[in-house]
């Protein structure tokens, strides 16, 4: 049997998605390195293994080099370390919303040599955080894989914080009416001051008009509004003949027509 077919009947056994090249060369102790690496280059060519970064491969059964598949979740989880599934990868995941993203989402608080990947069809896209930013996270079950992903609160105010990366504040605020219908907020004012004072106006704001909190709650994100700067309030969209809003220190250059658009469809 060549080498080849010899590491990709171990990588069968193995009954694994992706490995490492230490568990490869732990299965192929009979190779020495340089080889096992000249033979890994050629089944990378010929669709056998998905090269995910250094070092890391996605197996391939045999007759299937068109058209595996794969969780983008699971792979996601091996394209960046440390890293979380979020925005609105996990809007979609939560039920936060029912659009499904054409590219999955990933947050990480290292560098980052490119901002996207594409495997085997998909999208991959990275945001870096900065470090006092990356939390909130939780463990979920994905195709018999335990990946990690940010939390609805975090990822609402992920949400808040980078409309660009849920399709826009609409997409944001659908996310918060959702999430409010089911659940109590119990850290979401908090992560939104973790995260600054543009999320804490945006929240402020659109809790308020979405008639979906309380006294409370308003006047704790209110207080906590220290910065009289002014923030607009959808980062996508020019700021000419925005209407300041005093209260939230906001530009306000949507309408709440549009805003709110997605209840009426």
Request: hydrophobic content about 40%.
């Amino acid at each position: 049997m060549s080498s080849k077919n010899n590491i990709l009947a171990k990588l069968n056994r193995g009954g694994k998605e992706i490995y490492t090249f230490a568990e490869i060369k732990n299965v192929s102790d009979d190779i020495n390195q340089g080889t096992l690496w000249k033979v890994l280059s050629e089944l990378v060519k010929e669709n056998r293994l998905i090269r995910l970064k250094r070092a890391v491969y996605l197996y391939v059964p045999e007759g299937y080099q068109e058209n595996w598949t794969a969780s983008n979740f699971w792979i996601g989880a091996n394209l960046v370390q440390p890293y979380a599934i979020s925005f609105w990868s996990a809007l979609n995941h939560w039920g936060l919303t029912e659009q499904l993203p054409k590219r999955t989402y990933i947050q990480t608080n290292k560098s980052i040599v490119s901002y996207s990947k594409n495997i085997l069809g998909s999208e991959y896209q990275f945001i870096r955080l900065n470090p006092r930013r990356f939390f909130g996270t939780e463990k979920i079950w994905v195709a018999n894989h335990q990946v990690i992903i940010t939390n609805p609160e975090k990822t609402l105010v992920d949400c808040l914080a980078f409309p660009a990366y849920c399709g826009g504040i609409s997409e944001a605020v659908k996310g918060l009416y959702n999430f409010y219908q089911t659940n109590q907020s119990k850290n979401l004012v908090d992560y939104a001051q973790k995260m600054g004072q543009p999320v804490l106006k945006r929240l402020g704001y659109l809790l308020e008009i979405l008639e979906i909190s309380n006294e409370e709650e308003l006047d704790k994100i209110k207080r906590l509004i220290t910065n009289p700067n002014p923030v607009v309030l959808e980062p996508l969209l020019p700021a000419e003949n925005a209407e300041w809003n005093s209260k939230w220190k906001l530009n306000i250059n949507i309408t709440k027509k549009d805003l709110l658009n997605w209840k009426t469809t």
